[in-house]
């Protein structure tokens, strides 16, 4: 976010006051807004929120515990057989997890076997760079009083686009 500052200076003679040199110049800023007021918020809790099985959260909390600073998670066919074996079920069934993830916005997917934790639920790290990679993944939550709720999420590049994203939504 860029704001500017307009600073004045005045030259006055002070035996005439006269007004000799008035000068405005204008600075620009750049600032991070502060860190928005946040709760814990668990995993059991947000499968909950997300609608996820019970064996579903279970992966979700073993493949979070293997991300890195930047919420980047590698997860070739070894790690996915010991996630599996972790939680005691069968590596394709890590791999549907991993895809409801990503329908529901928990992850997205960055390549073949690298995936990244949505940085509006996992963050790690200071709030500029947090802040940064929440820029690239849009997640729009509504929970409604009959309970239901609609997700939307999108891979954006820069906020500009946020107006344009295409309406991916699903509803629960």
């Not at 909950?48 to 980047?72: D, F, H, V």
């Not at 939307?152 to 686009?161: D, N, Q, W």
Request: glycine content about 6%; charged content about 25%; hydrophobic content about 35%.
């Amino acid at each position: 976010m860029s704001d500017y500052i307009e600073t004045r200076q005045q030259l006055v003679d002070t035996l005439t006051g006269e007004l000799l040199r008035d000068e405005t110049t204008y600075s620009q800023t750049n600032f991070v807004p502060n860190e928005p007021a946040y709760i814990k918020l668990y995993i059991e809790d947000l499968g909950n929120l997300c609608r996820l099985t019970a064996g579903e959260t279970k992966i979700l909390l073993q493949i979070a515990a293997l991300a890195n600073y930047s919420g980047i998670i590698a997860l070739p066919a070894g790690i996915k057989a010991d996630v599996a074996a972790i939680v005691g079920c069968k590596p394709p069934v890590v791999n549907n997890a991993l895809t409801s993830f990503c329908n529901h916005g928990v992850l997205r997917r960055n390549g073949v076997g690298v995936y990244e934790l949505n940085p509006d639920y996992f963050a790690r790290g200071k709030w500029r760079e947090i802040r940064e990679r929440r820029k690239e993944f849009y997640t729009k939550t509504i929970y409604r009083r009959d309970g239901t709720k609609e997700v939307e999420t999108s891979i954006i590049e820069t906020l500009a686009e946020i107006e344009n994203l295409p309406n991916v939504s699903s509803q629960s």
